[in-house]
């Protein structure tokens, strides 16, 4: 029995691989606004939530998300992109993290911790635009190590 369970190990290893892509999660899906995420780091897959797709379109909305931290976080910054039809049409980036300016409770994590959030963002725009588009988002460290990365698909339509 313990040979069988250990070439069931076996096989499983073998099969996820560093080509294999992480699921599709799905963050809500009400109404005309649907938003599914997929992380783009090859070696973790994270996990993100909101309260409800219809708190996205208002200016600050709250979120979780947690993970095991691959990498410390002296210094985080963070780059999103929206992308159009395969076009980069917006791209913002801003420093989270930085020695004797932090602002949120995880800076100085250390590989390994939790990281765990749970509080308000602000998208810092008044609706989400109609269409269907991706937002990549993009967390780095000091070393320049992906400490997150994630593709979000966002379709928002009107319902006649």
């Known amino acids: 029995m313990k040979t069988s369970n250990g070439f069931v190990l076996i096989l499983v290893?073998?099969?996820?691989?560093?080509?294999?892509?992480?699921?599709?999660?799905?963050?809500?899906?009400?109404?005309?606004l649907e938003i599914?995420?997929?992380?783009?780091?090859?070696?973790?897959?994270?996990?993100?939530?909101?309260d409800r797709c219809s708190d996205v379109a208002t200016h600050t909305f709250n979120v979780r998300a947690a993970?095991?931290?691959?990498?410390?976080?002296?210094?985080?910054?963070?780059?999103?992109?929206?992308?159009?039809s395969g076009k980069t049409v917006l791209?913002?980036?801003e420093t989270l993290?930085?020695?004797?300016?932090?602002k949120f409770i995880f800076c100085g994590k250390k590989k390994g911790e939790h990281l765990y959030y749970e509080g308000p963002v602000?998208?810092?725009?008044?609706?989400?635009?109609?269409?269907?588009?991706?937002?990549?988002?993009?967390?780095?460290n000091e070393d320049h190590a992906t400490v997150a990365c994630?593709?979000?698909?966002?379709k928002n339509y009107l319902e006649y």
Request: charge should be negative.
């Open 150 to 154: 994630a593709e979000f698909t966002v």
């Open 36 to 50: 599914h995420y997929k992380s783009c780091d090859p070696q973790q897959d994270f996990a993100f939530s909101i």
């Open 97 to 102: 993290c930085e020695p004797g300016h932090s």
């Open 122 to 140: 602000t998208l810092g725009i008044k609706e989400i635009p109609q269409g269907d588009y991706t937002v990549s988002a993009k967390l780095t």
């Open 67 to 84: 993970m095991v931290l691959r990498h410390s976080i002296k210094e985080l910054y963070v780059k999103v992109d929206l992308i159009i």
């Open 91 to 93: 791209t913002y980036s």
């Open 13 to 32: 290893l073998l099969y996820i691989d560093g080509s294999t892509e992480w699921p599709t999660h799905t963050v809500c899906k009400e109404d005309n």
